[in-house]
């Protein structure tokens, strides 16, 4: 099998690159090698590697820059989704578009199904949406939330860095979600694109946080793994105490019913995941 990975060297794309199948060929590419947002560009690489599937792990994720920047956030998020997704189907590969919870608008009291109503909040949310709808029907589009990996920049390498050089960390308490360890998510794209599932899912670890929640837990975590050598007061507060240009939802908690069917059971807890990541990043020193 040959599979082309966009957005190769962020977290995602790294975890990707790293859990393919055996035998797997592949053609690994950032921004910095393709344009996805040329059309020409991406039908000519497509056309000429021929790939079987085609794993779009590139995104703008600026949640709060794209605000005043949504015609960027647009191109990638959107644009590049519906280039990338015609190339695939114009050249006979299967599509793989990673979304986001943000795509909802976070007032439901229950996980959100993947045919829940949506209504996002952010220019983020509106990009991501709006890619969602280019990807087509013949894709697989898997929403996620919260990612993290032992590398690259996310809320578990923040938190254990100013945790070491801070008395203490304030932490948002009123938004609930799930954590998500990129290496596992990557595993379920692969399982889920080789047995050819097609439409629109959910993925993320198991169980449910909110952003305080995740915070204590990562102090416990590294102060037994010996990361951190002192303990410092996380301290909860709510979003009105920490303004920010784009709206985040208060409850994006998803529905996994039909990706656990469709991998074969559930994921881990979260914080088991993040006790792996954390034993990752311990072992190498």
């Known amino acids: 099998m040959k599979a082309l990975i ?14 393919a199948p055996a035998g797997t060929t592949l053609i690994l590419h950032d921004r910095d090698t393709l344009d996805i947002t040329d059309r020409a560009a991406v039908d000519a690489l497509v056309a000429a590697e021929r790939p079987d599937v085609i794993l779009n792990a590139a995104a703008y994720t600026a949640v709060d820059k794209a605000e005043s920047d949504e015609d960027a956030a647009h191109a990638v998020n959107a644009t590049a989704t519906g280039i990338l997704a015609d190339a695939a189907r114009a050249h006979g590969a299967r599509f793989v578009h990673v979304s986001t919870d943000f795509v909802f608008d976070g007032r439901a009291g229950v996980p959100y199904a993947p045919d829940a109503p ?33 590398t690259g920049g996310n809320f578990v390498r923040t938190m254990l860095r100013v945790m070491a050089e801070r008395p203490e960390v304030r932490v948002v308490a009123d938004q609930i979600g799930t954590p998500t360890y ?7 794209l692969w399982t889920l694109a080789g047995k050819g599932v097609t439409g629109t899912h959910h993925y993320t670890d198991a169980g449910a946080a909110s952003w305080y929640d995740f915070a204590v837990a990562i102090q416990e975590e590294a102060l037994a793994a010996g990361l951190l050598d002192r303990a410092v007061p996380v301290v909860p507060i709510a979003t009105a105490d920490y303004p920010t240009p784009a709206v985040r939802p208060h409850y994006s ?6 990706t656990f069917a469709a991998l074969g059971g559930p994921t ?8 792996t990541m954390i034993a990752a990043i311990a072992g190498e020193g």
């Open 253 to 258: 908690v998803l529905d996994k019913t039909s």
């Open 182 to 188: 990129a290496p596992g998510l990557a595993a379920a």
């Open 268 to 275: 881990p807890h979260w914080r088991a995941n993040l006790r």
């Open 118 to 150: 949506t209504a996002p909040l952010s220019a983020y949310g509106r990009t991501k949406l709006a890619g969602e709808r280019l990807a087509g029907a013949d894709a697989l589009i898997v929403r996620t939330a919260w990612v993290y990996a032992p």
């Open 6 to 19: 966009t957005g190769a060297h962020g977290q995602l794309g790294r975890g990707l690159a790293a859990s």
